[in-house]
Every structure is written in structure tokens, then in C-alpha cells.
């Protein structure tokens, strides 16, 4: 049976290059870098390389801007957390859309339980949020906005550079997750007048366990993990430097080869969309064309995800349903149900996230064999209405 891996969203394999390069960092290049010998200095090195291949895929002037942690998740504890509890004195508001990551929304709700205001802006029914909501939202107490780049789920890019300049122009700090964007689209800080953004090494086939936050020069986070104040006092504990070099090797690939990948992408990507959107009661989430390269998702009526993806998951195919991250649980998505959705639409979704492993050849299974799952599950539904 052939195999093929469409969950790049929920995890991507690490490029093989990126696998070579992290090896010798296990077992003999173990220096750490705060230690004066050569090992440490060597790690020091491979430390800062790493930081400044990072900076230079998000256009940051200065590789000092660049902050390792362990992923995205905590990337955005810190810029939240961080950024909110810093401005307090500011002002006590904070913006946000509703269709944000969970590492995002609840970090937002633990802020609002001490004290703090949070606004989330709706979105329309492909997952977009207008940017004149935003400013329109904006008092004379807030002091963060934070947008996501684009959702991993609905694959939707948000006018992250409108928004930018909003918040520029009002002195407002502006942070982006960029977790699903970053080393697929073209992200640029300066240009986006982005503050903070948040970055993830596997979702660009990087390694597991490391992630970055990009912090402006001159803004002030209060940091949480504190002890010997590495990572310029923002983020303490020994670097790990196996992690960071296989993130700084991947985003020297992504910058490299984003633009001819995505491509790639893109054309699996809509022969995908056109193919699966020919079944009858069968609709695209997300925005037709402002969406991530490799994000095709969808939602079918009168049948449920879990059964398509276990269905798929039968005939070698790897895909998710839901929020990748959250389908622990079996609440309809947040992100789906933000789009206007109800409970029952929204529980019949697939998400399909392509990769570097793919090829034409797997999208042309994955073609055959959904309409069959569908189908075939829909024969057996109820509340289909053509039985
Ligand atoms: N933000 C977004 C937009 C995501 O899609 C994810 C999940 N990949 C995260 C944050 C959290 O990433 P992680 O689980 O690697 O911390």
C-alpha cells in the first residue's frame, strides 16, 4: 500500500541536511557556550550562526534580536506575558482575533483573570480579519496587538502588513505568531513592522524542541524563565544547542529554496482543492487564494472527520482533522466555528498539510481515494440526503 504523509502541519520530518549538520552537536561537539574552552567557544559559534540564519529569513537588522526557546508555544507565552506584564502602567488592553492558536488564546484568558482586557476581533467567513476592525478597537489603554501570520487550519494569511502599520502608527506593540507562515511565505519584520514574532523550527523541517521569538531592538519583555540569563536575560537555561543549530540550518534552506518549494506547493496544492472540491456537499475552509502553499482543508456535510481521517489513515494516508494541535479533544475548532460554522458543519473537517515529501504522484492518490472514503461513509450516514 502506498504511504503518504499529508501532516506536515502537526509535524514535519527534519531535512535530511538539518539532520546532518545536528548530529555531531549529541555526542562530540558538546560544549556549552557559556564555558570559556574551545568546545564552548565552538558552541557559542554554531549559537550565533544559528541566531543570525534566523534573523536573516525574517529580515531582522540585528541577529541580537533573535531569542531561542524551546517552540512556538512558549514563544508566545513570552511575548504575551512578557510584553503585557513590561507595558502594564501603559494601559490594560489587548487585541487579538478569534481565530488565534491555543498557546495564544490561553495565554490571553490567564491575562484576563488578572486584570487585563482582551478584545478578539471576529473574522469573516474565510478566516479574514479586517484590518479597520482592529484599529477601530484600538483605546487609549491598549498596548499589544497580536495576529497570527496565517492559521495553520484554515491555511488563511492575514493583512499582516496593514495591521503593522496600525499599530505602528498608534505606538502600539505589535506581535505575530508566525509559526505556520514562517520558511513558507515571505516574512519580513521591517517591512511588516512587526515587534515580536514568534517562529518554530519544525514547522520549517527543523527539529522538534526549538523555537524563537524575534523581539525588536528596544522593546522590553519581563522574562519568566529566569536563572543564569541566557539568551540576553530573556530566556534562561543551557541552549540547546543541537536544536538550534538544526533550526538556524532550516531556515538557511527555507530562505534558499522558499520561493521555488512553494511553487511546488502551491500547484499540489490547488490540484488538490480543484480535484476534492468536485464532490457534491463538499467546501474549501479557509481563503481560496490568500492561504499558506501547502494547505489544502476542507469540510464534508452529513459525515464526521475522525472517521475520514481513520478511513485515510487505513489506506496509508496521514492527514488531520480539527486543530492539529487540539484534536485531543472532540469540540468542534474554534478557528471553523469562528468562520461562522455550526457545530455540525464544522466537525466534518480534513486538513491535508504538504511537505517536502510529497509528490504529484501522492496527490494523485490522495484524489482517488478521498471521494471513495467520502462516499462510502456518506452511504452509511443518516443525514445524508441521498439515501
Ligand atoms: N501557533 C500556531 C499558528 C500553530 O499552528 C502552532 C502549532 N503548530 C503553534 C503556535 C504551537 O506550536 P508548538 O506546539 O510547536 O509549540
Known sequence: MRKVYMDHGSASPVDARVLEAIMPYFDMDVGNPSSLHSAGRKAKRELEAARTAVAKLIGAPSSNSIIFTSCATESNNLAL?????????????????SIEHMSVMNTLKDLQRSGF??????VDKDGLVDAERIKKAITDKTILISVMYANGEIGTIQPIREIGAIASDKKIMFHVDGTAAVGKVPVNVEEERIDLLTISSNDMNGPKGAGALYIKQGVRLIPFMLGGGQEFGMRSGSENIPGIVGMGKAADIAGKEMITEGARLIKMRDRLIDNILKLEYTYLTGHRTKRLPNNASFRFSFIEGESIILQLNDMGITASTGS???????????VLIATGLRHEEAHGSLLLTL????????????????PEIVTRLRALSPLYPAK
Open 81 to 97: 506575558r512578557g510584553a503585557a506584564l513590561r507595558y502594564k502602567d501603559k494601559g490594560n488592553h489587548i487585541i487579538t482575533t
Open 117 to 122: 482586557e482582551v478584545t478578539y476581533i471576529p
Open 324 to 334: 492539529a494541535c487540539s484534536s485531543k479533544t472532540l469540540e468542534p475548532s474554534h
Open 355 to 370: 511537505g517536502r515529501s510529497n509528490s504529484e504522484e501522492d496527490v494523485d492518490y490522495v484524489i482517488k481515494s478521498v
